[in-house]
């Protein structure tokens, strides 16, 4: 490493461009951990293959401590219905210190798997009785100061979620906790704000059409914040959402969001699996992104994404790992890819046009698509930008032989062995050789809390 003044410069063999790999490429790192023109000094060598750290635009972080807790056969028609349950009776025990716990790990293995910002869906806001905490904001303050340990770059999206269903219902006794009226959740946003920082951005989240009425989305749109922060909404996962949707509101969910508000560029409509050719069309246009988290979608049950004709209309998206039963950019990919494959018996369909890699689409779309997602400018490694990157297990046997046309396909579809070794988040090192810096005691914090919640 050289370092001149604040300013340190690295080295990497290839370096991956928004166009393509750059060979012998040198970057330096400034103030805030941001990129800048390099100062041409000695640089130390970083590694061969370097890639931009990718950003993760779905998490409920809490949602990492019940990961495999609900794969027993249940009901004969087990769905995501019944994994909600399962997830309800699991989120009643869980408080400010136990989320803490379980972002900071959760945090750990996203830094781990090359995840260098998470979009933070937070709904879990009031004590398990639906009483506000001492401190309204305690539970998104421990999502924050669990992102400061373990390192991870945090877009904080506090939800609103006012009714139980699209008819408006009043909330469940179990859902009471997660809800806000339409004064409250503006002082909650109001709160979060005033913490921004280079490395804590925070927009807004509305749950689901089910869980937003008509005019409190309205207002929330209406207000000062969301005219240039993010905005993010899960929408279109079910089919039961779906007919519900038609049934209230006369629409599709999709169908009625763009007829009732200005989607564009501001908004990540999470899954957004079922639609028409119509909708599909329609979100490819607006500039909004659509928010795919292939692992957990596959986990429950939900459906396939219409990928092609969405790329073929220039749509733009991003992956979460969303219930966290998986933690991996490569895993998200590949099942993003291989559903269609099984479902349409053809290969490489992310890949558009003869000649382009699978790999490299998708790889280059999710950071651009999650970048957008997080409200920053992120996702590439040039000037002005944050330096979150990660560098590959150049020595790995999986990379042998491979070049700069191959690198991404085989990162991404070959064998089962973790390639990332080090990961920089804002110009610091949180991840080396494979090891994060304080992975042991997050490690047994999370294990003591996971054992209390199990035994009740
Ligand atoms: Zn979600």
């Known amino acids: ?198 490395d804590l951005r925070v927009g807004i989240a509305l749950h689901s059409l089910r869980a937003v009425p008509e005019q409190a989305m309205r207002e929330v749109l209406a207000s000062d914040p969301a005219k240039a922060c993010p905005i993010h909404i899960h929408i279109a996962e079910q089919i039961g959402e779906v007919q519900d949707c038609l049934a209230t509101r006369g629409a599709r969910p999709v169908e009625w969001l763009f007829d009732h508000a200005d989607v564009d560029a501001r908004w990540c409509l999470v899954h957004a699996t079922h639609l028409t050719a119509a909708e599909t069309a329609r979100i490819a246009r607006s500039g909004a992104v659509a928010g795919l988290c292939p692992a957990t979608e596959a986990n429950l049950g939900d459906g396939l994404f219409p990928l092609a004709d969405y790329l073929d209309a220039g749509g733009t998206l991003g992956i979460g790992s969303d219930s966290h039963i998986s933690v991996s950019p490569v895993e998200e990919l590949r099942w993003l890819e291989y559903g269609q494959r099984l479902s349409t018996r053809h290969r490489n369909i992310a890949a558009r046009r003869e000649g382009d890699s699978v790999g490299e689409t998708l790889w280059r779309a999710a950071l651009h698509g999650g970048a957008r997602a997080s409200g920053l400018s992120i996702g590439e490694l040039r000037e002005g930008a944050r330096a979150d990157l990660v560098v590959l297990d150049e020595t790995s046997p999986l990379l042998a032989a491979r070049d700069a046309r191959s690198l991404l396909d085989s990162f991404l579809f070959a064998g089962n062995t973790p390639l990332v070794r080090d990961v920089m988040v804002g110009g610091r090192w949180q991840v080396r050789n494979f090891r994060h810096h304080d992975e042991e005691r997050i490690a047994a914090r999370y294990g003591e809390v996971v054992a209390r919640l199990a035994g009740g």
Not at 35 to 56: C, D, F, K, R, Y
Not at 111 to 122: D, I, N, P
């Open 1 to 198: 490493m050289s370092e001149i003044g604040n300013v340190r410069s690295f080295e990497a063999g290839r370096l991956w461009r928004i166009d393509g790999w750059q060979e012998d490429a040198l970057l330096s790192v400034g103030a805030h951990g941001r990129l800048q023109a390099s100062t041409g000094t000695a640089a130390e060598s970083i590694g061969h293959w370097v890639l931009p750290g990718m950003p993760n635009l779905h998490s409920h972080a809490f949602q990492r401590a019940m990961a495999g807790l609900a794969e027993r056969k249940g009901r004969i028609d087990d769905s995501f219905w019944s994994w909600r349950e399962t997830m309800y009776a699991f989120a009643a025990a869980i408080g400010p210190d136990e989320l803490k716990a379980i972002a900071a790990q959760l945090y750990v293995e996203m830094l781990k798997a090359g995840y260098t910002q998470v979009c933070e869906f937070q709904y879990l806001h009031h004590q398990p009785d639906g009483m506000p905490h001492a401190q309204p904001e305690a539970m998104s303050l421990a999502l924050i100061e669990a992102a400061r340990e373990a390192g991870i770059a945090l877009t904080l999206l506090p939800v609103l979620y006012i009714s139980g269903g699209f008819d408006g219902r009043a909330l469940t006794a179990r859902q009471r906790r997660f809800g806000h009226d339409v004064a409250g959740y503006l002082r909650l946003l109001e709160t979060l704000r005033k913490l921004e920082s280079v």
